[in-house]
């Protein structure tokens, strides 16, 4: 039976309360899969289930490497074992991390009929990208990460065109692609240099503003103040942030 948008709506939605994320994710496919571009619901319900699909299976992989070492440590034979079920797992990450960036590519990216949209899109394109690189080997990471940096900078084109210097999507992209910049590509130079462009761009912009529609931009501006703040302890030391 077809089932209309908004029951494929309603049914993702359940299925996120619910916790059952892998329905959720189905859903959010098929909302994709109609000839129409989402609505601001249907994108915050893509992005957001897509995030806790992987930092579910992030969390899981978390779990099976330090199996892994617990069983190498007591010199078990099971190592070798989990070692290969690891392997599979990192490999069907990478396949969703791949379905998603299709969807993207294909669907998404496409039909953006905003700047606001194409930004969002660009950067979930950009942040599977880094994805793959936590998952796959030397050559994977290496294709992975040139594609995210590619990705992150057209991002961050766009949004610096179009979109207000306190959007959320503007300012969580910048987040993201200083995180890239230094866990991916290992410059926290670099990566202050984007973090701190952002805020600079965002303080005058929100500093008279307290209403709560300020809430979700002051929040990630503190994330990227918390991530400057340990990258400056990495370059310099601790004492530099007496």
Known sequence: MNQTRDELLYLANTCTTLQHTPDAYAYAKQLISVEQELSKPERELFA???????????????AICGLETQEEEEGSANARTLRGYKAKYGQETIG??????????????????GSKCEALYLKLKAD??????EYGGADKCNHAAANAGETYEHATEVAQRSLSTI???????????????????????????????????AQPDIRDHDGPEYREPRNVMQCIKDSMKRWTVEMEGPDELE
């Open 48 to 62: 957001s289930v897509c995030a806790q699909l992987l930092e579910e299976r992030a969390s899981t992989y978390k």
């Open 167 to 201: 959007d959320p999507v503007r300012l969580s992209l910048a987040l993201n692609y200083a995180n890239f910049v230094h866990d991916v590509q290992k410059d926290a130079k670099r990566a202050n240099e984007i973090a701190r462009f952002a805020l600079d761009c």
């Open 96 to 113: 969703i991390c791949q379905e998603i960036i299709g969807l993207l590519d294909d669907k998404l990216i496409p039909s953006a009929s």
């Open 128 to 133: 599977h990208y880094k994805l793959i690189c």
